[in-house]
């Protein structure tokens, strides 16, 4: 079974501009949350999507915005890219089965580079 | 503010040595803690403790949940070079289901 899919692996952009990073779950996992992990530390949330509808946000600026798709793929957009948003940016997903507890499994990630 | 917090930081150990890595965490309305272990991008998922399951054991690894001191601890017992890695802690409260709060990580390397 395929895991968790991210692309780009990496990505260089330039202060100003705008990126888009995509994201395609485990195959019936129906749950979608990206996390910023800055060199030397532990990812922080950002946003996590099930079934379409932002769940939960993390404190990151209004810049940072989401959306997940019919077929639970996801992708984070970054406008007006600043120096501090170079990161690894990782996606997790999980079943998400209501009140029991849910693993997420994590993507290889996105290494952006913001010059 | 929920919080997590990792130590050691870094260790160097040489392989055949047991390792013991610590977090302690304040969160409200615990649910679950989770190790993960991140070796070059992504975090690969190690144990879940939660309330009902606070004891897990896998091979040469093995955590604990101390839910009266607000802790785990992960074991690693005859390291091999392989083990070398970032691991990583997180938990999730009740009050705010699929954010987990990470730890800084414990930069583990295993010499030969």
């Known amino acids: 079974d395929a895991g968790v899919t991210q692309s780009p692996t990496h990505l260089i952009k330039t202060r100003g501009q705008h990126v888009t990073l995509r994201c395609s779950p485990i195959?019936?996992?129906?749950?979608v949350s990206w996390y910023q992990q800055v060199l030397g530390q532990g990812p922080q949330f950002i946003f996590q999507y099930y079934e379409k509808e932002e769940r939960g946000r993390g404190n990151f600026p209004d810049r940072f915005s989401a959306r997940q798709f019919p077929n639970y793929s996801s992708e984070l957009n970054v406008n007006a890219l600043l120096l501090g948003d170079s990161a690894l940016y990782l996606c997790?997903?999980?079943?998400?089965?209501?009140?029991?507890?849910?693993?997420?499994?994590f993507g290889p990630g996105t290494r952006l580079t913001v010059l | 503010e929920d919080k997590v917090v990792q130590s050691p930081l870094s260790l160097v150990v040489h392989e055949g040595d047991t390792v013991t890595l610590n977090c302690s965490y304040e969160v409200t309305n615990f649910r679950s803690l989770l190790w993960y272990k991140q070796e070059k991008k992504a975090p690969t998922f190690l144990f879940m403790l939660t309330s009902s399951g606070i004891e897990k054991k896998s091979g040469r690894l093995s955590s604990i949940l101390d839910k009266k001191e607000l802790s785990s601890i992960l074991n690693i017992t005859a390291t091999q070079t392989g083990d070398s890695a970032i691991y990583l802690c997180a938990v999730e409260s009740t009050s705010n289901t699929g954010k987990l709060i990470f730890g800084q990580g414990t930069t583990l390397q295993v010499k030969p």
């Open positions: 997790a997903s999980s079943l998400a089965r209501g009140r029991s507890t849910d693993t997420q499994y």
């Open positions: 195959s019936g996992h129906k749950s």
